[in-house]
């Protein structure tokens, strides 16, 4: 019998394959180290072996490896380091993928263990760098969560700057890139908020009308003088 070329294999024939063959990479990839328990996970392979082994379809691969990810018992017991590893590597090969940066914050970094609190913080902020245009709900919720989970306002400052710094205001909400002027009030560092309001006013970035009211009248208020006591 004389094959068929490939072209004539039903996509969705080929597809199946493909995702079959992904997983089943995945699988070998995900697996321990011959010493290690059954079912632990190791360190994540290089971003090369994984778009070599996603045949093509690195969103799929994308996919079953954060459902794998989030599926695995022992995820929480994995070196903050290689967790962020493997989030990493989920995120280069579906750079559209917000969901990675989502498990980072809520479900990794949502506990009282600030030794692992702080990598997950960090990963999703230079995640962040890397699209800020796009992955500016994140840098808001990591900011909240060092201003109010770990009470280290430089940090939150840090994050919260760099929202104003990294994003633009045709693409980001200006309340997101406002974050830094509340976090310099809770620090009681009113000069430098007012300054920065003053530049944002002046700068022109804020075209909506009730966005420049209110950002007047917080300047107001905190340019008034305080009552004696």
């Known amino acids: 019998m004389r094959e068929r070329s490939l072209s004539s294999v039903p996509v969705a024939v080929l597809a199946l394959l493909v995702l079959a063959l992904a997983a089943q990479v995945?699988?070998?990839?995900?697996?321990?180290?011959?010493?290690?328990?059954?079912?632990?996970?190791?360190?994540?392979?290089?971003?090369?072996?994984?778009?070599?082994s996603a045949l093509g379809e690195p969103v799929a691969l994308s996919k079953l490896l954060m459902l794998h990810l989030q599926g695995a018992d022992?995820?929480?017991r994995l070196p903050v380091a290689d967790l962020a590893g493997w989030l990493e590597r989920i995120s280069d090969l579906d750079p559209l993928a917000q969901y990675p940066l989502f498990a980072a914050t809520?479900?990794?970094?949502?506990?009282?263990?600030?030794?692992?609190?702080?990598?997950?913080?960090?990963?999703?902020?230079?995640?962040?760098?890397?699209?800020?245009?796009?992955?500016?709900?994140?840098?808001?919720?990591?900011?909240?969560?060092?201003?109010?989970?770990?009470?280290?306002?430089?940090?939150?400052?840090?994050?919260?700057?760099?929202?104003?710094?990294h994003t633009s205001a045709a693409l980001v909400p200006s309340w997101a890139r406002q974050t830094e002027i509340f976090v310099l009030e809770d620090m009681n560092e009113i000069d430098s908020a007012k300054i920065l309001m003053g530049g944002m006013l002046a700068s022109g970035q804020l075209t909506d009308p009730n966005e420049r009211r209110f950002l007047l009248a917080r300047l107001k208020a905190l340019s008034a003088p305080k009552a004696a006591p």
């Not at 990839?29 to 778009?51: D, T, V």
């Not at 600030?114 to 994140?138: I, T, Y």
């Open 26 to 52: 995945a699988w070998h990839a995900l697996a321990p180290a011959p010493r290690a328990r059954p079912g632990e996970l190791s360190a994540p392979p290089s971003l090369a072996l994984l778009r070599l």
């Open 106 to 165: 809520h479900l990794y970094a949502d506990s009282s263990d600030e030794q692992r609190k702080r990598p997950m913080l960090e990963f999703v902020h230079q995640r962040f760098l890397g699209d800020p245009d796009r992955r500016w709900s994140s840098e808001v919720y990591i900011a909240m969560e060092a201003k109010h989970h770990l009470h280290d306002m430089p940090l939150a400052l840090r994050y919260a700057r760099a929202l104003r710094e």
């Open 74 to 76: 022992e995820v929480r």
